[in-house]
């Protein structure tokens, strides 16, 4: 049997703004054991967290085809949780004239660009904000003002005026988002600059970046489809160079076939993957066994 070494790239599990957001959902689960709780979108992007809060009786709705507003008509009692990504103003007022009761798990870092961008339009900036179109944090920051425009590419809109605010969305690329600053500065040479890629995920790529040159043959990549920081860290493997990239959720979506040549395997994961999905596609890789595996929700949060 060919052995395959395996690369444990740190940090992994979750970053400190999903730790944060899953206990809030426990303990409003804990005060408040009899209420209909709702989760307003995926707390944080994994199906099996999601899986795991439906145990506590904590509901999901999300409608990738829906705005936080639109989806919040489907909430008329009980309690409902903003998730990490964040929530605009406007979700927060529809929600309590609804009279629900209002919990909010947003990412402290979230609420942080959130609150830098209201002061800047205060100020009278037009402000380029980088993100992702429907991305719920990129949503509840565009979706704040009309001062607000979302850039997703080298596509710059001509603003009339100099007076110009540059920012992101919190799990961009560090690579893209220093291309894209280059490319505003030409366009708006007297804009101010405010790189708000977070901690977690700075780390996360800047591990990946630092594989490049030790001879790795792929790179795995534990998360969710929905995840742009897990993806994040899919283009950040191809910018170090590793041949072969792979993201996959569980044990239980790895080809073998894509390793068949692979001598060294390093395997990173998502800021809101649990260490129990990645701990056990390293264990299967290093025993060569690619059998079915049970994934136990209970053990997810
Ligand atoms: S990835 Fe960053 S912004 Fe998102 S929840 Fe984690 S710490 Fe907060």
Redesign the pocket.
Known sequence: MKQIQVIEVQPQG?????L??ISIAKETRAKYPLETITLLGNL?HNKYVKQALELENIKTIENKNKTRLELLDEIDQGIVIFT??GVAPNIKEKALKKGLKIVDAS????VQTQKIIQQKIQDGYEILYIGKYKHP?AESIYTMDEHVHLIQDQTIPKLDTEKVFVTNQ??MSIYDIQELFRAIKQAYPKAEFHDE?????RVRQQAVLDLQGQGIDALIVVGDPTSN?TQKLLETGQQAQIPIGIKIQDINELDPNDLKDAKKVAVTS???TPTFLTKQIIRAIENQDYSHHDIPIKQIL
């Open positions: 979750y970053c400190g703004g999903v944060k957001a944080v990490a990504h990412c402290p870092f979230v944090e919190t799990t890629i977070c901690n977690a995920t920081n998502g800021a809101s």
